[in-house]
């Protein structure tokens, strides 16, 4: 369901990367992954980041 660069992107925000750092790692605009970040929380139906990273761990997706 998820794509490997959105993985990569919750695997940031799970080492506690901020928008900005994810952004520099990926070459993207904070804007961009602000975008990105939104579409992985309405695919995991989360309502924020730290919800994310917890489904993503209990699915086992990262």
């Not at 695997?11 to 579409?39: C, M």
């Amino acid at each position: 369901q998820l794509t490997g660069t959105e993985l990569q992107i919750l695997s940031y925000i799970a080492a506690g990367d901020t928008t900005r750092e994810i952004a520099q790692k990926l070459h993207w605009s904070e804007a961009t992954v602000n975008r990105r970040v939104q579409e992985i929380l309405t695919k995991l139906n989360v309502s924020n980041r730290a919800h994310a990273v917890a489904e993503a761990i209990r699915r086992g997706l990262i």
